[in-house]
């Protein structure tokens, strides 16, 4: 069990800073994880830490794999964690391959959303800038050139920051404290051993007649914590005294590597040899064919791509049992379910293995293919009941999506199925606020020319929704122009129809209302004729309702998205709905119902918050800040405006830079400077600039008292609008009730 990695911060104190995605409530925001077991000894090292973080604003804990760098450091920044008002947060790089990776886990470790196409180093800049935090990178030494000068630009333009790194090396910077770790003292070693030791096996005890043989046994293992825990598991089957007889077997017939090596390290080898020696033949096999994962994995991938005719799938579940229960395997209870993961340095031995036996080609391809099918199947399902669960599921298993990317551009021939997978996670870069990195994946496949048209033209216009949603009109436009000619070269009607679809939602950004009622209309009768169905056609509904509105046919908007709302409730789909409830608010606020508009936005950002969509999270603040002071209350109005000032960077061009989209803020902004007065207003505005995305979302759905339909001022408009009549849902191929007639 972890604790969640995007906390909400403490809803009493609104200036402190905020992940941007949702978790329980905490006093101090973070991401650390909690600790399975006990910690154990290692109080001087703990105190050193603690005093050099006070001298020095990078500290690195330097050591070979197994000595405890993680887990001192995790341990240690726990304990500091009150020192930091910002937060305590640590970024695993292990699973990241790609340099061009590093900048994206910081920002996602951070629990940071940006939809700009501002390079993320830009955005973990300016977090970091003013905050007092604690940066825990772990695991960073086969990326030290990039991680070292990530980490200096860092320190120097955020100057209450400190890191704490843990690897097998410094990195190297000016004014860097280097912490050597040494293994663990005798005293401590014993006291591990003898906890671990319990814990598999309760009744054991250090006694007279066992003691020598564990001070022994810690002495062999040179106090290495990952062998001590290792040797430790071996319990179930052995006795102290049978495991240190077969470890000693063991140093003799392993030890006799590079003398260049560490001897240290020999150790640690020497102790995960051991146990990889006393695994049964087809434990050993499945060891190494986990190897190809990385982070997390569960059991029907492993079925799956770990199976063969000398492993039954039917059989894997005991040996990957038997597996957990030798501590090769780790288990972990998320939100997607229970999931499995190795240690860096037990995967690194597996690697080793399955090299030599020469299948790693094999595995890494079925491994490919199976998150091919994963991301087939999860953008289908998105248009579902199950949306939360896929959404759960990919943030799950992002870093193996990344490592299947990786495996498919190695090979030229292949790579069109790197071009297929990055299009076809459109759902997680746009539904899930990873528009930067998707633009990194969308733009690095399309570097390739592959003569695979499909795949091509997928992440063609998939790149040009990214574009016009992080502000980027030229980048949209060459992507979506190049996407609508290949298409209609290629016969691709499917393809074409998206082209046409995000051209019009580039028009609508751009107050080209016009053009943009006419190129969603286009779009949405070819979605008609192709039997299109799912989110992305409920989208270019709402983006139609918005432009008819937008022109002043505010009932045909309302026609629109009831229609729209009555697809997703059909269907379960919650993302595109949240954008219809968005437009209906507009509508209601409108014709006069300020506690209607607050009910459907209340709705909206609840959904947009869960899926971590900040472009829709944003647009219900924005509106929300109107909503409020035409209920009466311009203080909180200006707040929620200064909220909003706060989350834009992170989106794009404040509410793109439209005339259109900036009409609700321009008027509140005139109602409560008015209502306030210009000292007044500008105060709100700074202390709602000071609240992070959480922390505003869980004051806006706290609710605040309204005078319902009565109370407050009103806008100028239509009359209220009548009850609404819930129609039969229409899907665009029936026509039915559809207030287009496709």
Known sequence: MRRSQRPFPSSDDPGRPATARGGPVRGVPGNLPAELNRFVGREEELADLARLLEESRLVTVVGVGGVGKTRLATRAAALLEKR??????????????????????????LGL????????????????????????????????????????????RAPRLRVLAAGRLPLELDGEAGYPLAPMTDADALRLFAERAAAVQPDFRLTEH?????????????????????????????????????????????????????????TLRTAIGWSHELCAPEQRLLWARLSVFAGQFDLEAVEYICSGSDLPADSVLDVLS?????????????????RYRMLDTVREYGAEWLTATGDTERLRRRHRDWFLGLATWCELDWFSPRQGEVAARVESELPNLRRAMECSLETPEEAHLAQYLAGTLWFLWVGCGRLSEGRHWLDHVLEEETPHDSSRLKALWVLGYVAVLQGDPVGAISALTECREEADLAGDATASA??????????????????????????????????????????AQVELAMAVGFRGDLDRAVMICEEVRDICEDHGERWALSYALFVLAFAALQRG??????????????????????????????????????????????????????IWPSVGLPLFGSAHFGAPRARCEELARHELGEVRYASQRRVGGRLGVDAVVA???????????????????????????RKPAASPTSGRGGPERW
């Open 322 to 338: 038997g597996l957990l229960a030798q501590s090769i395997v780790g288990r972990e209870d998320s939100a997607a379910g229970t």
């Open 593 to 646: 119902r300020p506690g209607r508009c607050r009910e459907l936005l209340e709705e909206s950002l609840a959904i947009s918050h869960a899926f971590h969509d900040l472009l829709g999270t944003v647009l219900a603040v924005e509106l929300l800040a109107l909503v409020t002071v035409v209920e009466g209350d311009a203080a909180e109005a200006a707040l929620l405006q200064g909220a909003a000032d706060q």
């Open 113 to 156: 959303t940006d939809h700009t196409n501002r390079p993320p180093r830009t955005t973990l800049l300016e977090h970091c800038a003013g905050r007092r935090l604690l940066l825990v990178i772990d695991g960073f030494e086969h990326l030290v050139d990039a991680c070292a000068e990530l980490v200096r630009d860092l320190l120097r």
């Open 498 to 539: 998206y082209a046409v679809h995000r051209t019009g939602c580039l028009a609508l950004v751009t107050d080209d209302t016009a053009r943009a009622q006419k190129l969603l209309g286009d779009a949405l009768g070819r979605y008609r004729e192709l039997g299109e169905l799912n989110s992305n056609v409920l989208m």
């Open 210 to 266: 066992t003691r020598g043989a564990a001070r022994e046994l810690c002495r062999r293992l040179d106090g290495i914590p990952l062998a001590l825990e290792l040797a430790a598991g071996r319990l179930r089957a052995l006795s102290t005294e049978q495991v240190l007889q077969r470890l000693d077997d063991r140093f003799r017939l392993l030890t006799g590597g590079s003398r260049s090596a560490l001897a240290r390290h020999q």
């Open 84 to 109: 930091y008002c910002d937060g305590v947060w640590l970024v695993e790089l292990s699973s990241v391959h790609d340099p061009g990776l590093l900048e994206h886990a910081l920002v996602d470790a």
């Open 699 to 725: 004051r806006a759905l706290a609710g605040r008292p309204a005078d319902a339909e009565s109370g407050g001022q009103e806008l100028p408009g239509p009359q209220p609008e009548a009850g609404r009549t």
